[in-house]
């Protein structure tokens, strides 16, 4: 049974007040490599139904992935209902029409869309056994179908393809570590040759290695970098919490710090669930509800939005019961950031300006330390690199370092041309970001790590 025949079955099963179905199937394909060698590949489908009703004003919500029991499933969502109290977020439940594509398929994928990869793959392995490097990584690809339908008319579908590859390269050279990462729709523009090749050049830069000690450095944020500390700031941006004082985005003595000017007047932090390049799924869908989601906002339309605009905060993540609350405006959550500042340099072009500097490539392992400041801490890793006279001169070791990404916005020397680009440590769950390489004259390396 595919997920329009599902949906109707709940609703037609349900006999609370409200109710809203969620009906998701993925279909994902997967390639690993280690050692200069390809080691397994793999095929995953799975499926889930999540029903959300609605009695009175309380709300109640069940998953399942098994569809043996479909009324049970009803049933145990309208009794947890009953059993609840009033929900915070509760508000009438958003209405439309069918959607015209609601009733088709869900998206199939296969190994067949890493034919190329695999071959290219193959032709990199064998010039990495020459020269005595060491080839890893990992390709998904996917699609997730949603169907999203409910008690007030609304039949939803959305279809999102999702893919990425990741490729470390290793040497012998201490500090001869290095990654790269692309995320793609299709697979087209992913160039396993031009990849590889950024890996030999940033191996090579590591035949000289310098040790260096904690402090604050100029450094240069390549996109992957900015888009991991900006993805956390975009996950710190509750309207609620900040309401309530209890993140970055409060306002001393009470409210949110909307209009204040936290950057360079030209920088914009945007959503858009439409932009052809990193388009995603163009409604709210929520499961369960949140500081940031609701299950009453189910199917409200999504579109673009400025998070920061012209250099100051102009909106945080509001659902519609947090905007009656603050009084703001209506801004959901949106799967995708881009993050511009009218520049138009290229990451080599701000090192061929550099005098002395860092070059960090990505960081891991991002935690959080004050959620009033967003202080956060992390670790570099697979590259860090050291500049002098515009000329990456050898790699260096890693540091720890702590850093809270609002702040940093209003500390930036240079901001570059912004790219697509897949962040390291979130690749997995928040995939799709454009950025650009920023400098930050003084970042914080606070103390010298022994990772590797």
């Known amino acids: 049974m595919s997920g329009a025949p599902i949906v109707e079955q709940v609703l037609q099963l349900s006999s609370a007040d409200g109710c809203v179905v969620i009906v998701q199937e993925s279909s994902r394909v997967n390639l690993r490599w280690a050692n200069n060698t390809l080691t397994t590949n793999g095929s995953i489908r799975d499926r889930s139904v999540t029903v959300i009703s609605v009695v009175g004003e309380s709300v109640g919500t069940r998953s399942a992935s098994v569809l043996d029991d479909l009324e049970g499933l009803v049933r145990a969502s309208e009794q947890a209902a009953r059993d609840a109290a009033p929900a915070e977020d509760y508000g009438p439940l958003v209405t439309g029409t069918a959607a015209s594509d609601f009733t088709q398929e869900a998206e199939r994928v296969s190994t ?152 360079p007047a030209a920088l914009r932090l945007s959503s858009d669930p439409t932009d052809p390049a990193l388009a995603t799924r163009p409604f709210a869908m929520a499961g369960s509800s949140s500081s940031m989601s609701s299950v009453f906002d189910n199917g409200l339309p999504l579109t673009a939005t400025d998070w920061i605009k012209d250099g100051a905060i102009n909106a945080l993540i509001q659902t519609r019961a947090s905007a009656r ?25 701000m090192v061929a300006s550099t005098e002395r500097g860092l070059l960090l490539t990505c960081m891991w392992y991002i935690r959080e330390v004050d959620p009033e400041s967003l202080l956060l801490t992390g670790l570099t890793r697979d590259g860090v690199y050291l500049v002098e006279g515009g000329e990456v001169v050898g790699a260096v070791n890693n540091f720890r370092w702590n850093e809270s990404p609002l702040d940093l916005l209003g500390r930036l020397a240079e901001v570059g041309a912004s790219q697509a680009t897949l962040p390291r440590e979130w690749s997995d769950n928040f995939t799709w970001a454009r950025m650009p390489t920023l400098r930050v004259g003084d970042f914080n390396m606070s103390t010298v790590s022994q990772a590797s």
């Open 325 to 349: 609350t603050t009084g703001a405006e209506v801004t959901p959550y949106v799967d995708n950031l881009i993050l511009d500042g009218g520049g138009t340099a290229t990451t080599d072009e």
């Open 112 to 263: 067949s869309v890493f034919e190329a990869v695999a071959r290219d793959l193959g032709e990199s392995f064998t010039a990495a056994r020459a020269d005595s490097r060491r080839c890893f990584g990992y390709a998904v690809h996917g699609v997730t179908t949603s169907w999203l339908g409910s008690s007030t008319g609304l039949r939803l579908r959305h279809a999102q393809p999702t893919g990425y590859v990741e490729l470390t390269g290793k040497s012998e050279a201490q500090g001869g570590s290095s990654w790269v990462g692309q995320h793609t729709r299709d697979w087209s523009d992913i160039s396993i040759p031009s990849l590889d090749g950024e890996l030999q050049r940033r191996l090579g830069w590591a035949s000289n290695y310098v040790e260096l000690p904690a402090g604050r450095y100029e450094t240069l944020l390549p996109p992957s970098a900015v888009a991991d500390l900006v993805a956390y700031l975009y996950w710190s941006s509750g309207g609620r919490d900040a309401a309530e004082g209890r993140t970055v985005f409060s306002k001393a003595g009470g409210g949110t710090r909307i209009g204040e000017s936290i950057g």
